[in-house]
């Protein structure tokens, strides 16, 4: 086999079996990095680098690699954007944590989220309690939002905060 189409074709397997892998493992764990998750990062690409360009280190062989992996890419999102299907399969849907100020505990369970981890996310958007919580969603990124009412000025406000803690659901 041609060296440039070999390293192609290992580019192509291992960006496939990436996307399958995170899909698998819960992609909402990337969504904020702690220490643990750069040295998984680091140590996965350097796993990955020689089963994609094998013995082929020259600069056209990384490039073909690189541009393997961005065209694959492109497809994806090309992909998910036409297919409503393909786009549900590969991301999970919005999960409701809190609707007018009653946590769903069975959402809590499924993501895997205590109940007071909601609170300290609900505390990082300001508010103080769950009760003033006009709703709470645990994002398809593994980011929590949270839109309150101030019942004073009857007002709505919304906030979005990177989570620190990582989620894994599927």
Avoid: W
Avoid at 47 to 68: E, H, K, Y
Avoid at 73 to 101: A, C, H, T, Y
Avoid at 119 to 125: D, S, V
Wanted: charged letters at 25%; proline letters at 2%.
């Amino acid at each position: 086999m041609d060296p440039i189409l070999n390293v192609a074709v290992r580019s192509l397997c291992v960006y496939l079996f990436m996307v399958i892998a995170i899909r698998l493992f819960g992609k909402n764990q990337l969504s904020q990095l702690n220490a643990g998750d750069v040295v998984l990062l680091l140590l996965i690409s350097n796993a990955v680098q020689n089963a994609m360009v094998g013995p082929d280190t020259s600069l056209q062989g990384g490039i073909v690699a690189a541009l393997v992996l961005f065209v694959a890419n492109f497809i994806l999102k090309r992909l998910m954007f036409s297919s409503r299907s393909f786009q549900s399969f590969m991301e999970d849907e919005p999960v409701i944590l809190i609707r007018d100020g009653i946590a769903d505990q069975a959402a809590l369970n499924r993501v895997k989220i205590t109940e007071s981890e909601l609170e300290e996310a609900i505390r990082e958007h300001g508010i103080e309690n769950i009760q003033d919580v006009k709703l709470s969603v645990l994002e398809v990124d593994g980011n929590i939002s949270v839109v309150s009412q101030d019942e004073k000025s009857k007002q709505t406000h919304y906030s979005r905060i990177k989570r620190k803690i990582k989620r894994k659901y599927h």
